[in-house]
Nanobody, 123 residues
Framework: QVQLVESGGGLVQAGGSLRLSCAAS????????MGWFRQAPGKERIFVAA????????DYADSVKGRFTISRDNAKNTVYLQMNSLKPEDTAVYYC????????????????WGQGTQVTVSS
């Protein structure tokens, strides 16, 4: 079984920062790319950031590029999303997910998802 547990969400003022964490079960964490996605009420879940199996490659949505940083610590089975210069438009439930492969892929190719953590950015 695979379990992903997000943490670190909360309420923050515009311009502030949060760091989200996603802790994964299992011994093979380093074999998979990981991604972060978000979903606002009444909207579709969208891609935010992804990182390949080794951390050597990353990808970001244009809306967060330059503000968010994805990283991973394979020794701790954990992936992070550092969120800086937060905007009210970033308000959403944030989910981490495991790719079906070692590489960054489309959203429908992620096979395990966490429960989500709420991020609310006030103006």
């Amino acid at each position: 079984q695979v379990q992903l547990v997000e943490s670190g969400g909360g309420l923050v003022q515009a311009g502030g920062s949060l760091r989200l964490s996603c802790a994964a079960s299992g011994r093979t964490f380093s074999s998979y790319a990981m991604g972060w996605f978000r979903q606002a009420p009444g909207k579709e879940r969208i891609f935010v950031a992804a990182i390949n199996w080794s951390g050597s490659r990353t990808d970001y949505a244009d809306s967060v590029k330059g503000r968010f940083t994805i990283s991973r610590d394979n020794a701790k089975n954990t992936v992070y999303l550092q969120m800086n210069s937060l905007k009210p438009e970033d308000t959403a439930v944030y989910y981490c997910a495991r790719s079906r492969s070692r590489f960054i892929v489309a959203q429908d190719q992620y096979d395990f998802w966490g429960q989500g953590t709420q991020v609310t950015v006030s103006s």
